[in-house]
């Protein structure tokens, strides 16, 4: 390596680069913080393309949440919430270094996860079902004006979601294993935080998604 | 792979020779070899798409339609302008150069997160290829904008072509956020923020845009392929979706991209005024806050690239009036650039000659861009060759060449030998002449009415047209020679000391080229980088020797 | 380069009087600041070259007074232009109030211009604009000179933008929304329109005249246009002034391929189409080919032709079956 001003007595996971683990950990930590920025603004294109349609066609949107099954809505609302709460307890637990309590809360945040994904499957499948398909492929009947639109951003507004909780579960479980084979630790859990600060995010975005979507009125 | 063995107190090679083989190039996480090959890669897709504006040049020589047909033309526009704007200028200046200096400069060993850098290079070559396959699969001829609905009805592998962009965008904003972090994080001792090299200013203000614009393209184009692909309807008018909407949400991105083209330019311009004047810089605070100024304002101004499409009267009034801010910030740099020059130490050397006609083409793009944020001008002038000659002198004038400047200017240090200078400041001013002559006519025929995108013309353009390609022509061969000197300096050249120039900064305190971990020791900060006249006692960039 | 002529056609819109003023206002404004700043530039770089021998003692590395006033006075220009052209768009946006209203339709790669209040209806293609040029008749925009005009643009497909140079006017059609925008032209005269918003393979063939008419000879054009409307409706010219011609070509020599197939003697003949079917070219096959052009491709073209539904009376589409019918068969078609 030659000369090198990496101070030796660094813990074995502080990458050579770094000064400290102080900063690896705070560098991580504003590096998820600024990829959450940029994940609510490619959201918030969404979000303005529906308060503009929403504007233009107010009727629609009205008779299109009405179609929309609050219930099921609402279910995944608590859910994704109580997700939210066993990724907490997962990272408290970590830093008390209850390992297996951590893993354990951890899977429990992928499991409420899939639970999320199933709803949504039958969510999908009634409208399907009943011929509500996006835009120009729209058969329903049932919604006045352009409810192809409504549900072309419908479909693409909880799609784009649910590919993130996807990517989320997948994440997680990896988080799982290594917080059980111990590479993710009490001492070096900034992966575990930023992980959580993800799952808020997608937990935040459904909290944007579900009364826009459902509670129109 | 490298048998060789080395005494053991020989001196450590550099980081162009610390390994070997493409693996340790192609997986390299080493910050100089990234920025190494996104050199390469991004001066393949300049050739390429400088190959698309010299068929579109040429075949604007006469008014009618001869060497390509109408389709054809319409598709080398198309990729000339998307292969420049996305694969080019856009990752040029930071991700060449950003990557390259920004560590040095920092004093640090690499950036914040270098796996994630290297994942930035294989996601853009990963969108450069979706591109490539649009382009084998017969081209797309929407033009880069993508306007709806030509874009979601015309036939072609448009689809391919908008998910190379999207994946494009990814690497932009991992390369944004990287290199915020980098800065926050990895500065070392006594580097305080009013201690920052301009450049790295300008990185920080590029990089803050790239990862607040660009989710917003990127959202735009994915709504475009679904569009394409199962008809949601948000951008189609037969459904009652609003082809209006889609230009404001492609310009929300697209303007600010704008400044994620100049923004390096000014810092590049910045660091070779002072360094080639022998002196620090002048107004350092302006010229650090107008780059911020730039990026918040530069996002706020998009609708003024839709003054006649139909948006309120109200809303055209607004974005004028903001526009006309951001010349404000603008014009401040120039000037204190100039004032740089002021009791300096004038080095005529290719990267001050860069300068000069930085200065000269930015004002005129500036300029013009004052006659085009004027409401009532603009109605008559959007969408004609005067935008065109606009554009091309503040993104290829004010951008690229600067780019290449830089490039002139830290050749040294990248590759450890100097290219021929002389030839050097003869072929700049060749660049400067022939890009002059390839552009200024298209101001008048512009104005005159001639309408961009125009494959035939009516034949009272044809006497600019043609002087115009008489330019281009001069202009691509005057590039080539810049690359052939380039290249034959990086490999056959004089070898080049620690600091040729020199410079105050902290990447001319190792050797060239570096080594692989930059410094042999941390160093410590006591002044500003560009302390030429010694007028603090003890403001001085310096190297410590580590406690050890 | 100080006289507007060069730069601009002359302005004959009395709506944009000003532009061309601002225009060389900012001109001259630029032409100065370049002399400062690249003089300054150019003064410094040879004073201060690095082998002259002058005095650099405490070069300046800030100083408030000047960056204070390099801030304010761009500023201050700026506003009085920022001003200037905003009064100026206004003016020019808000057409006059009693205004002869002529509804602009764009559609790919040709104009139509409807009057409402006159009941004529002129299109402007290539072959028509040429055959007018032929017999000396007006082409394209036909308008009355002194008589201020409200433009209502839409397009039936994408994008158009009409640009008329010498009014220094422009707006882009929408589909599905209507944009609106006026002029009042001072002289008589034809003047160059252009479309530009770029709208695929013939966008630079969209082009056509605008014709400014004295109120007199303007009203007896109206006149013959309004009796050569009630007259028989001709296939062949509907075929030249809608737009057909500029896809599709009937000559009985036409190579394959190009926008849309060629119709030369397409009737009665088996097509294979982009689903892999056949059809057979009947007047019912034509008919939907020209309402609802996309249901049924044929191979080796795309869907882009846009719909003629609505756009196209009973009577007028008859006579424009009766015309495909007629071609390749080499006799004149009854009307």
């Known amino acids: 390596m030659g000369a090198t001003h990496h101070a030796t007595d660094q813990p074995e996971w502080v990458a050579s680069f770094f000064e400290s683990a102080e900063q690896q950990r705070s560098a991580a930590s504003m590096g998820m913080w600024l990829f959450l920025a940029q994940e609510i603004l490619f959201f918030s294109g969404l979000f303005m393309a529906y308060i503009a349609y929403r504007f233009l066609y107010p009727g629609t949107w009205l008779s299109g949440a009405e179609v929309l099954n609050k219930w099921m809505g609402a279910a995944n609302t608590v859910v994704l919430l109580t997700s939210s709460l066993t990724m907490v307890l997962a990272i408290r637990d970590l830093q008390l270094n209850k390992t297996a309590s951590s893993v354990r809360w951890i899977w429990a945040t992928v499991g409420l996860a899939g639970v999320f994904l199933v709803v949504k499957a039958f969510e999908y499948a009634h409208k399907f079902h009943m011929g509500i398909f996006p835009g120009g492929h729209y058969e329903g009947g049932a919604v006045e004006g352009m409810a192809g639109i409504f549900f072309g951003i419908y479909y693409t507004a909880t799609g784009l979601h649910a590919l993130h909780v996807i990517i989320g579960m997948g994440l997680l479980g990896w988080l799982a294993v290594k917080v059980k084979n111990g590479s993710v630790t009490g001492e070096n859990d900034v992966l575990a935080e930023n992980l959580g600060l993800y799952w808020h995010l997608v937990d935040l975005v459904w909290i944007f998604l579900f009364p826009m979507l459902y509670l129109v009125k | 792979m490298s048998t060789e063995t080395e005494a053991v107190d020989a001196p450590e090679p550099s980081y162009l020779a610390a390994t070997r083989g493409w693996k340790s190039w192609l997986f390299s996480v080493d910050h100089k070899r990234i920025a190494i090959m996104y050199l390469v890669a991004t001066t393949l897709f300049m050739i390429a798409g400088g190959v698309m504006a010299g068929l579109v040049r040429i075949e604007l020589f ?15 526009f198309t990729l000339h302008g998307s292969i420049m704007v996305f694969l080019v200028i856009i990752p040029a200046a930071p991700a060449v150069l950003g990557n390259f200096v920004l560590p040095l400069m920092l004093g640090a060993r690499d950036v914040a997160f270098p796996k994630l850098n290297l994942a930035s290079f294989h996601i853009y ?79 920080y203000a590029t990089s803050a845009v790239q990862i607040l614009a660009t989710p917003v393209l990127a959202i735009t184009v994915l709504l475009l392929v679904i569009e394409r692909a199962v008809g949601i309807g948000i951008f189609d008018p037969t459904l009652g979706g609003d082809p209006v909407l889609f230009q404001h949400f492609f310009w929300f991105y697209s303007h600010p991209a704008v400044y994620i083209m100049i923004l390096p330019a000014f810092g590049i311009v910045s660091e070779m005024v002072a360094v080639h004047s022998q002196r620090s810089i002048f107004g350092y605070k302006g010229i650090a806050g107008s780059s911020l100024a730039i990026a918040i304002v530069g996002s706020l101004v998009w609708g003024h690239h839709m003054f006649t499409s139909g948006q309120s009267i109200y809303s055209s009034v607004l974005f004028s009036f903001l526009t006309f801010f951001i010349a404000v910030p ?14 300096g130490r004038i080095q005529f050397t290719p990267p ?3 300068v000069f006609s930085f200065l000269a083409l930015f004002m005129i793009g500036g300029l013009t861009g004052v006659v085009l944020g004027a409401l009532s001008i603009d109605v008559h002038l959007h969408d004609t060759y005067y935008v065109v000659a606009h554009f091309h002198y503040v993104m290829m004038g004010g951008a690229i060449l600067t780019y290449i400047g830089g490039l002139h200017h830290w050749w040294p240090k990248m590759f450890g030998r100097m290219y021929p200078m002389r030839l050097a400041n003869i072929t700049s001013a060749l660049v400067f002449i022939s890009f002059n002559l390839t552009f200024l006519p298209m101001f008048v025929v512009g104005s ?15 006497s600019l047209n043609q002087i115009a390609t008489v330019g281009a022509i001069c202009l691509g061969v005057s590039l080539f020679v810049t690359l052939g000197y380039l290249i034959y300096g990086a490999i056959w050249g004089e070898p080049a000391s620690e600091n040729p120039w020199n410079a105050k900064s902290l990447e001319w305190q190792t050797a060239s080229p570096p080594i692989e971990h930059n410094f042999h020791y941390q160093p410590v900060v006591t002044g500003t980088p560009y302390d030429y006249d010694g007028a603090e006692p003890g403001q001085k960039v310096k190297v410590a020797e580590a406690s050890k | 380069m100080f006289d507007p002529r060069f730069w601009m056609p002359e302005s004959v819109n009395a709506l944009a009087e000003g532009t061309d003023t601002l225009f060389m206002f900012i001109l001259w404004v630029s032409v100065i600041s370049m002399v400062v700043v690249c003089g300054a530039m150019i003064y410094l770089a040879v004073r201060y070259r690095a082998s002259a021998d002058v005095a650099r003692d405490n070069p300046p590395r800030d100083h408030l007074g000047l960056e204070v006033t390099w801030t304010l006075i761009p500023t201050v220009i700026l506003m009085v232009i920022f001003y200037w052209g905003t009064r100026d768009y206004v003016r020019m946006s808000i057409p006059e109030t009693d205004a002869m209203e002529v509804r602009v339709m764009g559609q790919k790669w040709f104009w139509t211009f409807d009057y409402p209040e006159q009941g004529i209806r002129l299109q402007a293609t290539e072959e028509l604009d040429a055959k007018n040029v032929k017999e000396g008749r007006p082409v394209g925009l036909v308008v009355p000179v002194d008589t201020p005009v409200r433009l209502v643009g839409s397009s039936n497909d994408v994008l158009h933008s009409v640009f008329i140079p010498s009014f220094r006017m422009k707006k882009d059609v929408v589909p599905n929304r209507y944009t609106t925008t006026g002029f009042r032209a001072t002289e008589e005269g034809v003047y160059d329109l252009f479309c530009t918003e770029y709208c695929g393979t013939k966008h630079s063939g969209m082009i056509t005249k605008v014709t400014v008419l004295s109120q007199a000879e303007f009203a007896s054009f109206v006149e013959e246009a309004q009796e050569a ?17 500029g896809c599709h070509s009937v000559a009985g020599d036409a190579p394959a391929g190009g926008i849309g197939p060629a119709l030369y003697d397409v009737f009665g003949r088996e097509e294979r189409l982009t689903t892999g079917d056949t059809v057979l070219v009947d007047e019912n096959y034509l008919r939907e080919s020209i309402e609802n052009p996309v249901a049924k491709v044929v191979e080796g073209y795309g869907p882009v032709m846009p719909s003629y539904a609505g756009r196209l009376s009973e009577e007028e589409l008859t006579a424009l079956i009766v015309y495909l019918k007629g071609l390749g068969s080499d006799k004149e078609a009854p009307i």
């Open chain 2, 352 to 354: 001050m000659m860069y």
């Open chain 2, 448 to 462: 005159r009415g001639m309408p961009r995108r125009y494959y035939e013309y009516l034949a009272s353009f044809e």
């Open chain 2, 125 to 203: 070559m990963a969108g450069a290829a979706l591109l490539l396959v649009a382009m084998v699969l017969g081209s797309f001829d929407t033009g880069w904008t993508f306007y709806t609905p030509y874009s979601s009805t015309t036939v072609g592998p448009v689809a391919w072509a908008l998910t190379g962009v999207f994946i494009l965008g990814f690497s932009s904003i991992l390369t944004g956020l990287n290199f915020i972090v980098t800065i926050h994080k990895m500065r070392p001792p006594g580097m305080t923020w009013l201690r920052l090299p301009l450049m790295l200013w300008s990185i």
């Open chain 3, 229 to 245: 409307a009630e007259g028989p409706v001709d296939g062949a010219t509907l075929f030249a002034s809608s737009g057909c011609a």
């Open chain 2, 62 to 76: 006469t008014a009618a339609g001869d060497l390509l047909d109408a389709d054809q033309y319409n598709r080398a």
């Open chain 2, 330 to 343: 603008t014009a401040i740099k120039v000037f204190s650039w100039v004032a740089t020059m002021y009791k």
